[in-house]
């Protein structure tokens, strides 16, 4: 008989389902940027509120029309530079040969982690300069500033980004000029465009076939007596790699691609609802509107990205109101 060969059948983009190792989600894929700016930035989710907006664009169903669309907001304190990272090829890929210790952080970071001892920072950044030529690569790690945030968190969570721009001695200029400043959401972030969202999805524990792949239960007329998920034939007597088992649920790390960033705002008043975000509470920071739901809890970290497919702009929208009704 002949070995026949074809594509497997069904989507493998959620294999294996692993659990997250932070909350803090890892980017290994970068877009390309012209603008030498961070090419991510992160808030967290307070909720979900709506808002009304005209539909000016061109060639959309809806042209002229005043809609309403569901939107998550985000808080985004202000981020600052831990580290810069230098980068260089290797025949594995890129590695880190050299990692700078900014000296002026907050002391929540240097609770976080502890240093040995101190180093000339100065003298530092100079070798590092006159090592750009032998670089492929310069990036930085970023923390957040919870303390800032209504939310109770003091610890902040610390991630690498890449910087945007082709020419490394720019990126350096950008990351000199950025030590001692806070860069904020409207420095990065462009209301009216596409954008990528990294996010870590809730966590619901250990869970049965049924809730975790959606089995269908067998009918209460059934003959069969079990109502249980099937697993396979008889022979081999084996169970398949990606038969639909019970297991943990959730808490895994999510990409969406191509949402609409809505508005960029460093007015709080503006979004608060009446008695604040249920299990959150008000925003003092600014925020972010971004068009429909997003992973995980409120208070979770979100990272916001340029889009890697290169989607084009949002259009022309005039947007009208946000609802500020009650939540609770």
Known sequence: MANIRRPRHGSLQFWPRVKAKKEAPIIKSWPKSKNVVLLSFAGYKAGMTHTMLKDNRANSPSKGDV????????????????????????????????????????????????????????????????????????????????????????????????????????????????????????????????????????????????????????????EKKRRSNIMGPERPGRIHWGMLMPGRMGYNTRTEYNKSLILISDKPEKVNPKGGFPHYGLIKNDFVLIKGSLPGPQKRLVR?????????????????????????
């Open 67 to 222: 809609v309403s669309w569901p939107v998550t907001v985000l808080e985004c304190p202000p981020l600052k530079i831990f580290s810069i990272r230098a980068y260089q090829q290797d025949y594995n890929g890129i590695r880190v040969i050299r990692e700078l210790f900014n000296p002026k952080m907050n002391k929540e970071v240097q609770r976080l982690i502890k240093f040995t001892k101190k180093h000339d920072f100065e003298s530092q950044l100079k070798e590092l300069e006159q090592l750009l030529p032998q670089l492929s690569d310069i990036r930085v790690n970023v923390y957040t500033q919870p303390h800032k945030t209504g939310i109770g968190k003091k610890i902040p969570d610390l991630f690498e980004t890449a910087i945007g721009g082709t020419d490394l001695k720019a990126k350096f200029e950008y990351i000199k000029s950025n030590l001692d400043k806070e860069i904020k959401a409207q420095d990065i972030l462009k209301a009216g465009t596409r954008i990528d969202i990294h996010a870590v999805s809730k966590g619901k524990g250990f869970q049965g076939s049924v809730k975790r792949f959606g089995v269908q239960l067998r009918s209460h007329k059934s």
């Open 304 to 328: 916001i990205v340029e889009p890697i497919r290169g989607q084009k702009a949002l259009g022309n929208i005039e947007l009208q109101t946000i609802s500020q009704e009650s939540k609770q």
